[in-house]
């Protein structure tokens, strides 16, 4: 399955209040174009990169590409509105399509590997997915005189971002279609596909990847690109959870099914480790732990597999505009044993967090023969998480809910 990405850059942004296009503004040596083709070029699930331009930006235009001589597509003119612009870029990347695109905005040039990252992943099981981050503030809206007429309800509202991604075939029918019904207005390709009645899934956005707009957004740029950081608040937790041993065949630890001699018992599939794990990440966040969100007395969570739960977990921590920095796990068992399966278990983590391999420690102990898990009587385990909130001030920024 081959990806591309597309990378608007044909805007003028007169609202920056620069000599050149916003693009192309200089951020501690390196412009926004380069810090974008980098960030791409770079991921090693990008197969090409398809850039859109003003044809009065070529000179500038090639003087950032030629750092990058491979995997970038000739250059195509923009339209007279953004939505023109991805039209004319998809339909060069239609002579060789790929099965997905990226597109992403060059007015984001602090895109990272990890967001590109969470938007293909969530193109295995969607047509699309874009990067987007909840509503924090309280908004209202305006009336004349700038006089407020109202509250809007924040609850289920968020900040759309790029890179957007699409099955190539689905978003080029969305836009041609769309041209051809005369509909120039859409603001974001998710809102094309939307009109065209494809689902668009949300992933969590990041909040340094910040869209240069005005003269403010480019001072920001300039402290990002030399090191500043987006202030955040670092909270850790802790999670314990035991079961004991029955009747069976195998078991799962850390989303690994494991032969063994008996099974761990449980109402869902009895994963301790990744019970221990999810509330390590809840404990974080102050969100309870997993039986208050999937308590065993109902049904549904019957035999259900305990990546869901973490998945659960992950995703509260990215409503409120956060992310796992890192985890550690320790399984506490006289057997099965643990080293086979460990670099198996570090990974399926890793997937379902979207963080590096490097952030996941797995490890496994006994306690001497002492205790129930010495008697073999069951497995204990204990873990620990790491979480990156933003900060607002001196305070955290509250939930989206």
Not at 104 to 109: L, Y
Not at 188 to 201: K, L, N, T
Not at 203 to 226: C, H, P, Q, S, W
Request: proline share 5%.
């Amino acid at each position: 399955m081959t990806t591309a990405a597309l990378i608007v850059a044909a805007g003028r942004g007169s609202r920056v209040g620069s000599a050149i296009p916003k693009q192309y503004v200089p951020l501690r040596g390196e412009c926004g174009l380069s810090m974008c083709l980098r960030a791409f070029l770079a991921h090693p699930h990008i197969a090409r990169v398809q850039v859109v331009i003003n044809p009065q930006d070529r000179a500038r235009y090639e003087a950032v590409a030629s750092c990058w001589p491979e995997r970038i597509s000739p250059p195509v003119a923009g339209g007279a509105t953004r939505q023109d612009s991805v039209r004319a870029g998809l339909q060069a990347l239609k002579s060789d399509p790929p099965n997905r695109v990226l597109i992403h905005d060059a007015a984001r040039p602090f895109v990272s590997a990890e967001l590109i990252s969470r938007v293909l992943e969530a193109l295995r099981t969607n047509a699309a997915a874009i990067a987007a981050l909840p509503v924090t503030d309280t908004l209202k809206h305006a009336g004349g005189g700038a006089i407020i007429r109202g509250t809007v309800n924040r609850v289920g509202l968020w900040r759309a971002q790029t890179p957007q991604g699409f099955e190539f075939g689905a978003i080029l029918d969305a836009h041609e279609a769309a041209y051809a019904a005369g509909r120039g207005d859409f603001p974001d390709d998710a809102a094309v596909a939307e009109w065209a009645g494809i689902d668009v899934a949300l992933v969590a956005g990041d909040e340094r990847n910040i869209k240069l707009t005005t003269a403010a957004d480019l001072a920001m740029a300039a402290a990002l690109a030399a090191g500043a950081a987006i202030p955040t608040v670092v909270r850790t937790g802790i999670g314990f959870d035991v079961h004991r041993f029955a009747e069976g065949d195998h078991l799962w630890l850390c989303g690994v099914r494991i032969a063994h001699t008996a099974r761990l018992e449980g109402h869902s599939d009895a994963d301790v480790a990744m019970h221990a794990l999810t509330d390590a990440i809840l404990g974080a966040i102050g969100e309870g732990d997993i039986g208050e969100h999937f308590p065993p007395s109902e049904e549904q969570w019957r035999n259900a597999p305990s990546r869901a739960f973490l998945a659960d977990a992950r995703r509260r921590v990215e409503a409120r505009g956060g992310r796992v920095a890192n985890v550690d796990v320790t399984i506490i068992c006289e057997e099965p044993k643990i080293a086979p399966h460990r670099e198996a278990m570090r990974k399926k983590i890793a997937l379902l967090l979207g963080i590096d391999l490097e952030r996941v420690g797995v490890k496994a102990t006994t306690t001497e023969g002492l205790g129930f898990t010495g008697r073999k009587e069951g497995i204990a385990a204990l873990a620990t998480a790491c979480v990156e909130l933003p900060t607002r001030g001196a305070g955290e920024v509250p939930t989206a809910t």
